[in-house]
Nanobody, 124 residues
Framework: QVQLVESGGGSVQAGGSLRLSCATS????????MGWFRQAPGKEREFVAG????????SYADSVKGRFTISRDNAKNTVYLQMNSLKPEDTAVYYC?????????????????WGQGTQVTVSS
């Protein structure tokens, strides 16, 4: 069993930055492909960013390209989401997700493990 615990959410003004963290346990972290998703009220959960376990390949939703960066620290069993130039439309609950091995990063249903989510609120 893999546990994912997000932290780092909060409230920030437009143009500000936040860094989300997702600490993992229960499986060799280096074998996990990781992703970040978000869900705003009344909307479906959507892909934000993904990071392959094998070659470090990253992918991003068009809406966050150039502003968000996903990274991992295998020594700390943690994946991060650095969010810069935040906009009110980035307001959502952000979820960390993981899957052993390869995953189609944008495919929500392929991930096996999910965190509980952390709220990000961006005010104008």
């Amino acid at each position: 069993q893999v546990q994912l615990v997000e932290s780092g959410g909060g409230s920030v003004q437009a143009g500000g930055s936040l860094r989300l963290s997702c600490a993992t346990s229960g499986r060799i972290f280096s074998s996990l492909s990781m992703g970040w998703f978000r869900q705003a009220p009344g909307k479906e959960r959507e892909f934000v960013a993904g990071l392959s376990y094998s070659n470090g390949y990253t992918s991003y939703a068009d809406s966050v390209k150039g502003r968000f960066t996903i990274s991992r620290d295998n020594a700390k069993n943690t994946v991060y989401l650095q969010m810069n130039s935040l906009k009110p439309e980035d307001t959502a609950v952000y979820y960390c997700a993981g899957k052993a091995g390869w995953v189609r990063a944008k495919s929500r249903n392929e991930y096996d493990y999910w965190g509980q989510g952390t709220q990000v609120t961006v005010s104008s």
